[in-house]
Structures are given as C-alpha cells and as structure tokens.
C-alpha cells in the first residue's frame, strides 16, 4: 500500500471483472470553485494535477449542488481522467428524535444548514437520483442551504454510494458529543445513525457495500472521533474509506485558501475569532494518502475501488435543450390567433393576455408521457410561433406589420426552431407572463432584447426594427454555444404569490 494503489481487484469493480490493474487512490470528497467562496479548486488546474500526481479518477463533491458536474465531466473525458460525479449535500437534522423534515424551518440554532453527507453517482441510476435530490433540496428543503432529509434520500438512493463520518455530518456530531460528555446516550445514537444508512443505501446487485464509514486526519476534533467511527465500523460490520475534503490544489495555496474563506466571512486575516480551515485539505497524492492512514490500508483500498466502481457515462454531445409539454385550452385550442376587433374589442393588450391565458406549459415526464421528441419539438414550435403571430398584432396593430417586420419574425423563428430554442424561450415567456399576469414588473437585458420574437412575446420593450437591434447577438446559425436571457422580476410582490403557492 505505499504507493496508494489497491493490490488486489474484487469483481466487478471496475465494470470488467478481467481488469486486474491496479486500482490507484481517488478523492473522493474535494471541492472546485463552485462550492462559492469555500472550494478553491478549478477544474482545469484540478484534473492537470490529478494526472501528474498518478491518479486516473477524481470526484467533484461540492457543497449542495451540482452546479460544476458538467463542465467536470466534460473536461474530465477530455483529459484522461474519469469524472466521478457527486455532492457534499445538507440532510435536515432529526428533531426530538423524529426524522428531519427538509420543510421544516423553525430556527433552533443548531446545524438548521443541515449535516453533511456525501454522495457519489455509482452509474446512470443514480446520477439521475442524484439530480432529483439536489432539484428538490433547493425546490422544498432550502433553509440556510439546500437541504434533503431521510424521506428524499429513501426515495431516491438507487445507484449512490453515501459517505458519513467527517466533522460535520451526521455521525460526527453524536459521537463529538460522546467524547465532549461521555454520554452513553450519543454513542447508541450514532449506531442508530450509521444502521439508518447502512438499511437505506444497501449493497448493490453485485453485493458490494453503498455506505462506507469515512475516516480523516486534518485536525483534532477530528482524531477524537476516529477510534469511535473504527469501533462503530466494526460493530456494524461496516467499510472504512478514507479522504482529504481538498478544498484547495497543493500546500502552498492554504494562503489563498485562507483569503477567499475570508471574503465569505466578512472577516479580516487577523480576526482572533473567525474560521481557519486545516492546512492538510489540499489534494494529495495516494503515496501522501497511504502514508497517512498506513494503520488503515483498506480505508486506502476502498477509495480506490469505489473510483474504480463508479462509471457513469453521459452521451456525447448530448444536446440539454428543455423539454416541455404544450397544452391549449379555449374554444379555439389549436388555432392560429385571430384577431377580430367586433369580437375581441379594441383592448389589443387584454386580447393578448387572453391568448397567452390558453397556453399552459408543463414538465415533460420520461417515466410516464408518451410523446416522442419530435412531437414535443412540433408542439415547442407551433406554440411559439402561434404566440409571436399574436404578439405581431399586439404590438403593431393588425395593419402595422410592414413585410420588414415580418420577414424578421419569420427568419428568428426558423432559426429558434431549427437549433431547438423553442421551448427556452417559452419557459422564459411561461414565467415572465406569469409575473405580468400578476402586476409584477419583469423586463429582460442583455442580447435578448435584440430579438424580434421576445419584443413581441413581451419580454423586452425595445423594438428591434425601430432602434436597429441585432438578432445575431442573441444566436445565429453559425453559433454553437446555447444562448441566454437575462430576465429582472420585481421583488415587490414575487415572494407574496411563491408563498401563496401561486409561482408555477
């Protein structure tokens, strides 16, 4: 074990029973630029090092989101080295000895953030699971940070291998106050907390373990808790992993480190009080890993063959274009807008509200619609065009759309649909018509208001023809980066409706 490599390889390990390679040491709690303020390691730098150090596969588990998975995964291919997605999530504290409630928001004072829990993406199962949990902690459980509880994590665990055991997380915090007290009490509660996941993350087909006990050396609340995590490991008959929650590159860079937490703290360098991170948590090589924790070879073996476990392959040049579901209502249902000034009134902008009222847009659901994708692209295209044509007559009037405007409307059109920014756009209409619906201002900036279609569909106010805005700087074509829209919402009244229920 002197050069962090495992020496032998169970089966199935590795996806292919007859690689008998060694399987080398991999992080697998470390933390990039997008764990904001706190993780100090950027990706580039991050997988250049990782190769020089001998590793072939690093994890990403920043702090309650996935924000950096895709630029990870994608740099990580295209350097050699296997991208093993995961999360350093925020699980909602028990309470009075019931389960926590992500929605619970009563102020207590003690760990409302949550406790730490990393979670690693075994294979495609659950690095879907893995997003629905991080949707839903932001969605329902937010408090202090995203958080998930143990009915989400019950619900969506298939193909996640969970980690608990470091300062901060769950287990940790019983057996602290074991050796603080020596309270008998807090020892039966952390063998209650590792059975819990040990019951919830359960071998997987292959009968490899899920949940692993995690062991570290950064500081001495630290140290003081690891003969308690061997002792529960064992009485449990648990595995022991171990890791270095790298929040930074190499040693050297605990200075820069230091400054940027800092910053997230408002405090100065010389602040007798505030937080000082170990200098230990840089990313060390699996010779720096086995000698530390040369007491424990297999801890060292596991986070190999974890690294080795986890395969989790997204297609190539998938396209993450939204997918929503269209669905009409009203007697014309279906109709392309028609605007007839004995029926509709003069009232241009109630006509169009009124139109806009007939299109609802809904989430797309795998498990359970029907539709193909070229059924929800139809669906995507028809609808905004249908809704740019009503847009035309609200804005210019029935006779005001000179053949210059109309060809403009039409070409944005084709090109939308033919680079599948349909349904974009009418998510950004969907939630800017609704804030309108309600009184609140909304306004977009930036390269979208040189479009002829958001003029129309209300989300700018400036008329691409009348000041000479380019469409080009929005998208053409030519541009392979999936374009954006900067929306503003009025605050005054936005939170009323969300906590009425109201916001979609």
Same mark, same amino acid.
């Given at each position: ?9 169970e089966?199935?390990?590795?996806? #292919?029973?007859?690689?008998?390679? *060694?399987?080398?040491?991999?992080h ?22 990782? !190769? ?12 309650? $989101? ?8 994608t !740099?990580?291919?295209? +350097?050699g080295v296997?991208?093993?997605?995961? &999360? ?13 409630? @992500? ?25 879907? $699971? ?27 665990? #298939?193909?996640? &291998? ?22 008998? !009490?807090?020892?039966?509660l952390?063998l ?12 997987n087909e292959?009968?490899?373990p899920r ?8 500081? *001495?609340?630290?140290e003081?808790?690891? *003969?308690?995590?061997k002792?529960?490991a ?9 890791? $270095? ?24 360098k ?19 890993m ?17 690294? @080795? ?18 669905? @009409? ?11 007839d000034?004995?029926? #509709?009134?003069? %009232? ?20 359970s ?14 609808a905004?065009? %249908?809704?740019?044509?009503?847009g035309l ?8 759309i ?15 649909a ?14 800017v ?5 309600r009184?609140? *201002? ?17 989300? +700018?106010?400036?008329?691409?023809? @009348?000041y ?5 700087r ?5 541009? +392979?980066e ?17 906590s009425r229920?109201?916001?979609?």
């Amino acid at each position: 074990m002197a050069d962090g490599s495992a020496t032998t390889t169970e089966p199935g390990t590795s996806g #292919d029973a007859s690689d008998a390679r *060694p399987a080398i040491f991999a992080h697998l709690h470390l933390h990039t630029e997008y764990s904001l303020l706190d993780g100090g390691n950027r990706i580039d730098r991050l997988l250049k090092r990782v !190769k020089e150090l001998g590793m072939d596969a690093v994890a990403v588990t920043d702090h309650g $989101n996935l924000f950096g998975a895709m630029e990870f995964y994608t !740099k990580a291919k295209g +350097s050699g080295v296997k991208a093993i997605l995961g &999360i350093e999530a925020y699980v909602a504290p028990d309470r009075e000895g019931k389960p926590g409630d @992500r929605r619970d928001r009563t102020h207590t004072g003690v760990m409302d953030g949550g406790h730490h829990l990393v979670l690693l993406a075994e294979n495609l199962i659950g690095w879907k $699971n893995l997003l629905k949990l991080s949707s839903d902690s932001f969605i329902n459980g937010f408090y202090y940070r995203p958080r998930m509880d143990k009915s989400t994590l019950s619900q969506w665990h #298939d193909g996640i &291998i969970a980690i608990n055991g470091h300062l901060g997380s769950s287990i940790a915090v019983h057996l602290t106050n074991l050796v603080r007290s020596n309270d008998r !009490k807090h020892w039966e509660l952390a063998l209650d907390e590792a059975r819990w996941h040990a019951k919830t993350f359960t071998p997987n087909e292959k009968g490899e373990p899920r949940f692993y006990v995690e062991l570290q050396r950064h500081v *001495p609340e630290q140290e003081a808790i690891n *003969p308690w995590l061997k002792k529960l490991a064992k009485e449990l008959d648990l595995p022991l992993v171990c890791d $270095n929650d790298a929040h930074f590159l190499r040693k050297e860079d605990h200075d820069i480190h230091d400054t940027l937490c800092c910053i997230s703290m408002s405090k100065t360098k010389d602040a007798p009080d505030r937080l000082k991170y170990p200098e230990a948590i840089y990313v060390k090589s699996p010779e720096e890993m086995a000698e530390l924790f040369r007491d424990e070879p297999d801890a060292v073996r596991n986070a190999a063959l974890i690294a @080795r476990r986890c395969n989790v392959e997204l297609k190539s040049g998938q396209n993450f274009a939204p997918v929503v579901k269209v669905r @009409r209502s009203g007697t014309d249902s279906g109709k392309p807008p028609h605007y007839d000034p004995a029926k #509709d009134g003069a %009232d241009l902008t109630e006509w169009f509200k009124r139109y806009c009222a007939t299109i609802e847009l809904l989430p797309f659901d795998s498990t359970s619609d029907t539709e193909s994708p070229e059924e929800l692209k139809e669906g995507c295209d028809r609808a905004l065009r %249908d809704l740019a044509e009503a847009g035309l007559v609200w804005r210019y009037g029935p006779g005001g759309i000179t053949p210059q405007i109309r060809a403009r409307a039409e070409r944005e059109l084709t090109i939308l649909a033919d680079k599948l920014i349909s349904a974009y756009f009418l998510i950004v209409w969907d939630f800017v018509n609704w804030a309108r619906q309600r009184g609140i *201002p909304a306004n977009a900036r930036g390269s979208g208001v040189g479009t002829m279609v958001g003029y129309v569909l209300g989300l +700018s106010n400036a008329c691409p023809d @009348r000041y000479g805005l380019l469409f080009e700087r929005f998208t053409d074509p030519d541009r +392979s980066e999936y374009p954006d829209i900067d929306i503003d919402i009025c605050q005054d009244g936005r939170a009323a409706h969300r906590s009425r229920g109201a916001c979609r």
